[in-house]
């Protein structure tokens, strides 16, 4: 997917993610969906955001001001002050780029249609140069608790399945899946981000309580070019060993025009593993039953 930059005509755009899940069973297994921001407020349906406010509050164009490059990190709110209190002009997706003036610490000034408006610095970052451009949004699986309450299964679907499993427990080691997927993501996010790659991590602790459609939104919101889920299967037959990796099939009702890039990207994950570390190659499983695959 293509990262987009910020246009004058506020056009709301919507971004997908490539999905896939890599399994090992009883060793690691991968899988293909941010934080809420408490600033943004409702927005009045059928209503552009820019035209629910006066904008007459807004301060002419300054043109001495010290510039920086700069993206935003989730959806965050421009206004016509700086402050929390004042009008919003729009609101902006995560990662759009920014030309920010000033060296106030706490808003930056930014120009649309030749007025001076403002962006919290919370939800800026640094445009940095690097061999990587993209942005993969890690997801362990599961967490302390799981929740049995029922989510659909997609976008509009009226079939349902429980919001995040418990998961399963290595039988030599006693880990917990969700403790195996954290430690694993935590490696991965740290080797992805040497090479230059962004990582929005969906946990990084396990006291939470997300569902799968909420991970996937999480990937949604950040713009993620990639988004990988990480888990471990167990099974009853000992024997059982390998890797695998999960994506949807091309005919998923939700999001099958991702799937040529969700299997290429599966296989060269699972390709690439296998070859490393001599695990059983057990193949890529092309479902529609993975709720977190689904609302990507």
């Known amino acids: 997917m293509r990262r987009r930059k910020a246009i004058v005509n506020w056009t709301k755009y919507m971004v997908k993610c490539s999905i896939i899940t890599l399994i090992i069973t009883t060793v690691v297994f991968l899988s293909a969906c941010g934080q809420k921001n408490d600033d943004i407020p409702e927005i009045i349906p059928g209503i552009p955001a820019e035209e629910q406010i006066p904008l007459e509050t807004s301060k002419?164009?300054?043109?001495?001001?010290?510039?920086?490059?700069?993206?935003?990190?989730?959806?965050?709110?421009?206004?016509?002050?700086?402050?929390i209190d004042s009008d919003i002009f729009c609101v902006l997706d995560a990662r759009t780029d920014l030309e920010i003036f000033g060296d106030d610490e706490q808003w930056g000034k930014v120009v649309f249609d030749e007025t001076v408006y403002y962006v919290s610095r919370q939800y800026l970052s640094e445009k940095k140069e690097n061999k990587n451009s993209y942005l993969v949004v890690i997801d362990a699986g599961h967490q302390l608790k799981g929740n049995s309450e029922k989510e659909p299964i997609g976008p509009g679907s009226t079939k349902t399945k429980a919001k995040v499993s418990s998961g399963t427990r290595g039988r030599t080691t006693g880990l917990y899946e969700y403790e195996l997927t954290l430690e694993l993501s935590l490696k991965l996010q740290d080797e992805l981000e040497k090479r230059g790659y962004e990582v929005v991590m969906v946990r990084t602790t396990h006291n939470v309580n997300i569902s799968n459609s909420e991970r996937a939104a999480i990937a949604n919101e950040a713009n993620a070019d990639v988004f990988i889920r990480i888990h471990a299967n167990g099974s009853e037959d000992s024997t059982v060993n390998g890797a695998l990796t999960l994506c949807q099939t091309k005919n998923n009702p939700f999001n099958g025009e991702l799937y040529d890039e969700s299997k290429?990207?599966?296989?060269?994950?699972?390709?690439?593993?296998?070859?490393?570390?001599?695990?059983?190659?057990?193949?890529?499983?092309?479902?529609?039953?993975?709720?977190?695959?689904?609302w990507c």
């Open 60 to 83: 002419p164009v300054e043109s001495d001001l010290v510039t920086r490059l700069m993206y935003t990190t989730s959806k965050v709110n421009v206004r016509s002050a700086p402050s």
């Open 264 to 294: 290429a990207l599966s296989s060269y994950v699972l390709d690439e593993m296998v070859e490393l570390t001599g695990a059983k190659k057990r193949n890529i499983w092309e479902t529609d039953t993975m709720s977190g695959i689904n």
